[in-house]
């Protein structure tokens, strides 16, 4: 099937095979993509919106919560208050003047709540012994129902649902009340008065619908802990519309928000409750609104998905004008190449890179094979070739002379210093032994001259040879090429001794240092003249042919840059007749392993 696709899409023009792909690849694709963006996009963009929603209906949840908590404390004060107490006791009867200030008090104290609580319209307080307090505006209306249930409280809490008033200030208005028997302190069964707080319906409304949503875009209800209505919202559902048990009983199995129907229109739909009256607020926001508020998005989406769409077809014109048609004036010469005739030629009457292709065609083609096929991977084969002759660089005459001490030492000794010797040797022949790895850790390798270092000193006498390793802490698994350290103080031992020092020294300093790893060789051997360390400097720089002094130094240098780069390597920093420093640059790489301590002997 796939290779009779090809063959049909073989079979087409360059143009034709330009608009399949041009559909296949962006119109389709776009549009798909577009549809699915849009649709996630959706999702997400109601998801937003609903958790948005759900979070400003906390936050006005916690604000009613809060006020209605604040009238609570109201009636759990005036129960308290001694002032109240009195006011309202039946015995002893109080004088006309006790009577005036305990009210002034009271009064007082219901004035100050009156002016700090805006959404407190009046408070009312009825004394049993015939006393009366009424504060704010003046009411009257059947409140007999409330006033029964708040008795068979017997001083627990009522609230009320929102119900109709007559205000002796604006007229008829809607109240939500709180009605409590206020009971003695010290006989707890003993009703001394009545309380009524009546907060303004519209007032907490309005807060609830500003809270929670843009003005006019949803509607609002508190339900009671009964499934009453409390009240809500009075013009955005449909008339005679209120929460019902099943609409309950859905919220309370979602997870706080569901799509619901009323009179065929979607509502988008919220709740939380609230702790200290058990009320329940619920939201309903027409679907129709919801998808307004991504109206403005869906648009912009709209407009990239087209704009998308005209810059495709707008490359694929510019792509027919610039490429399909000096590609079909370029056909028939072409022919003759497919027929095999390399002596070809293409009239080149332009300057683009179409002409210089046509014109260079075969010279590239022969210069890229050669590049790929020849040059670049002999280069390679021969790098790696260096590579592996210049990690195995040994000088045996080392091995022979430190078999032969052991060897007179043995003889000499019982079994201690021999035994210590044969591990030290142990320890250089495993670390010298190539492992098919050109790699090495920077503790391994210093591992490996300190062996080499330890050995040089049994055979030379501890006081003439000394010798410190130090590596900075963490970078003691750093990757570093293997028999790059331990060449260097062999160089040293072998061409630097100075025969008139009474102690030759040689330290080796492993450093992270401006993002590199630093790794110094600092001895006081015999050094080198200034014209033959400048020698040595441009020879770091040419491929290495020797294998003296300098060619050690050279294939170090030359290992390094070709596996870690031409920026790193090994170079002079200082040579004079008391001592010669060189520093070898490798790449700095971080580690996690613990560092060691300076090792000195």
């Not at 009779?4 to 798909?32: D, E, H, M, Q, Y």
């Not at 399909?324 to 028939?332: A, S, T």
Request: aromatic fraction near 8%; charge should be neutral; glycine fraction near 8%.
């Amino acid at each position: 099937m796939l290779a009779g696709n090809r063959r049909v899409l073989g079979s087409f023009s360059l143009k034709r095979k330009a608009l399949v792909i041009f559909l296949l690849f962006v119109i389709l694709p776009t549009i798909g993509v577009g549809v699915v963006v849009q649709y996630q996009f959706n999702v997400i963009l109601r998801d937003q919106f609903i958790n948005s929603t759900k979070r400003n209906l906390d936050n006005v949840v916690n604000q009613l919560g809060e006020q209605t908590k604040m009238v609570e404390d109201i009636a759990n004060y005036l129960i308290l208050s001694p002032d109240m107490r009195n006011f309202l006791r039946s015995s002893p009867p109080l004088t006309s003047e006790q009577q005036t200030n305990l009210k002034r008090n009271i009064e007082d104290f219901l004035t100050f709540q009156l002016m700090s609580k805006g959404y407190i319209r009046a408070i009312e307080i009825t004394g049993f012994n015939g006393s009366f307090i009424e504060m704010g505006e003046p009411f009257s209306g059947d409140e007999q129902r409330w006033q029964q249930e708040a008795k068979e409280r017997k001083g627990g809490i009522v609230w009320t649902e929102g119900y109709q008033l007559l205000s002796g200030w604006n007229g008829e208005v809607r109240v939500l009340s709180m009605f409590r028997v206020l009971n003695s302190y010290s006989q707890i069964t003993r009703p001394l008065g009545r309380l009524i707080i009546r907060l303004d319906e519209a007032s907490i409304v309005n807060s609830l619908e500003k809270g929670i949503f843009k003005a006019g875009t949803g509607s609002v209800f508190i339900v009671g802990p009964k499934g009453q209505v409390i009240l809500g919202s009075r013009n955005q559902m449909p008339e005679g519309f209120k929460p019902d048990r099943s609409l309950l009983d859905k919220l309370s199995s979602s997870k706080g928000d569901l799509t619901y129907e009323v009179d065929d229109i979607r509502y988008l739909t919220v709740y939380d409750r609230m702790e200290n009256t058990e009320w329940k607020v619920i939201a309903m926001i027409p679907e129709a609104e919801v998808s307004e508020e991504f109206r403005g998005v869906k648009l912009m989406m709209l407009f990239i998905l087209g704009a998308i769409l005209l810059l495709g077809l707008t490359a694929l014109i510019g792509f027919h004008y610039t490429i399909i048609q000096p590609i079909l004036r370029l056909k028939k010469e072409t022919n003759k190449v497919a027929f095999g005739d390399f002596n070809a030629r293409v009239p080149v009457n332009s300057k683009d890179e179409i002409a210089e292709l046509n014109r260079k065609f075969n010279e590239m083609v022969q210069t890229i094979q050669q590049l790929i096929e020849h040059k670049y991977k002999l280069e390679l084969r021969e790098r790696e070739s260096e590579l592996k002759l210049m990690q195995n660089q040994m000088d045996p005459h080392f091995l022979y002379n430190t078999l032969d001490m052991i060897r007179w030492t043995a003889r000499l000794e019982k079994a201690t210093q021999s035994s210590q010797l044969i591990e030290m040797l142990s320890k250089f022949f495993r670390s010298s032994v190539g492992t098919g790895s050109y790699e090495t850790t920077l503790r391994k390798e210093l591992e490996f001259a300190r062996s080499y270092l330890y050995l040089q000193q049994r055979r030379l006498g501890e006081k003439r040879l000394k010798y410190t390793l130090y590596v900075q802490a963490g970078i003691e698994e750093a990757v570093t090429l293997k028999a790059t350290i331990q060449p260097l103080v062999e160089n040293f031992i072998k061409h630097g001794l100075h025969q008139s020092h009474p102690v030759n020294k040689v330290t080796v300093r492993c450093y992270a240092e401006e993002g590199e790893i630093w790794i110094d060789v600092i001895d006081n051997g015999k050094g080198m003249t200034l014209e033959r360390a400048e020698e040595i400097r441009m020879a770091l720089d040419q491929r290495p042919t020797g294998m003296g002094r300098e060619g050690a130094l050279n294939n170090i240098h030359e290992r390094l840059s070709i596996f870690f780069g031409p920026d790193y390597g090994l170079q002079i920093v200082e040579t004079t007749d008391k001592g010669t420093w060189i520093r070898l640059r490798i790449p700095y790489t971080e580690t996690t392993h613990s560092g060691g301590e300076p090792h000195e002997s």
